[in-house]
């Protein structure tokens, strides 16, 4: 919990009207983000983002699995939070407990669409190796390192570089010959396809500080919101979900003026993390 005096709060708030923030950016621009993939070997795919003083990692583990009765033509995905200790006094206990299962939440929502699969930034359709027999359950877990705010958008952003970085084994599925016989599951260990993130979006949240609102905010300008809105965007500019956080309510108005505000902030957002994604992929086929 960060804690200001009054003529701080004040000084933030009077910097973000006049749209010159404490560490000179404007209202809707970000703090320098970095990339690099392949952080953890064990892992199908795997990524650390840092994004101003917050640091996660987000790593993928690919397993086969049974498509739910409901659901038999669809792969599952599940996604974990855990906020260590070391990153904030807070993260202690059941603060970090909270704040774990509420960033879980807010991720499998803005990235997993409706309970249906429908408007998914994850297609779980791409999971299926059988109809109602076999699929691949991911499993994505991150790890918040150290925070200085912003970090359900860091989060969605290590996820979506973990799953540039992932690859899924090539599988061969045989029926059964007959009833007595199991099905046969071939697993490749050297033929991999690599996971589609052309439509994983990335998370913009807007946070009201005031009259305005401002992308990427820091611990200390969290600190002084009324609310917040987190908006997942995919490329071709379609939002995949939406979160709120906050006490203060907000006008329908306002939402979809966030919304627009929120798509035009994500172009430079995916602009920057594809690019960083790139240059990560492209480092690690250098290396020997």
């Known amino acids: ?31 320098p983000i970095y990339v690099e993939t392949g952080v953890i070997p064990q892992a199908n795919g795997s990524a ?23 659901h038999p033509d669809q792969g599952k995905v599940f996604i974990y939070v855990e906020c260590s200790p070391t990153a904030e006094p807070s993260f202690e206990g059941r603060g970090g407990e909270e704040l774990s299962t509420e960033l879980s939440t807010a991720l499998e929502r803005s990235l997993l669409g409706g309970k249906s699969g429908a408007g998914a930034g994850i297609d779980p359709a791409s999971l299926l190796i059988k109809e109602g027999k076999v699929c691949w359950d991911l499993y994505v877990d991150c790890l918040v390192i150290s925070s200085d705010g912003n970090l359900l958008d860091a ?9 540039s970085n992932t690859g899924i084994p090539r599988v061969q ?26 439509g994983v979006p990335v998370i913009v949240t807007l946070t009201k500080v005031g009259r305005h609102y ?5 611990s200390e300008e ?20 939406l979160t709120k956080r906050g006490g203060a309510g907000l006008d329908p108005s306002v939402i979809l003026d966030m919304i ?3 798509k ?11 690019s960083e994604i790139e240059a990560a992929e492209r480092a690690n086929e250098e290396e020997p």
């Open 264 to 274: 035009h902030a994500s172009e430079q957002l995916i602009n920057k993390l594809d």
């Open 222 to 241: 969290e600190s002084l919101m009324s609310s917040a809105v987190s908006i997942s965007v995919n490329r071709r500019g379609l939002i995949c979900g």
């Open 48 to 70: 650390k983002v840092k994004l101003g003083a917050t640091d996660v990692i987000a790593s993928v583990k690919a397993e086969l699995g049974k498509p739910t009765l409901s």
């Open 1 to 31: 919990m960060v804690g200001l005096s009054v003529g701080e709060r004040n000084f933030i708030k009077g910097g973000i009207a006049q749209d010159l923030r404490n560490d000179g950016r404007k209202r809707l621009t970000y703090r």
């Open 155 to 163: 989060l969605g952003a290590a996820i979506k570089a973990a799953l």
């Open 173 to 198: 599925f045989r029926e059964a010959a007959s009833s007595d016989e199991h099905a046969d599951v071939d697993v490749s260990d050297e033929e991999f396809l690599q996971f589609d993130t052309s």
């Open 260 to 262: 627009s505000v929120a």
């Open 214 to 218: 401002i992308v990427d905010a820091t």
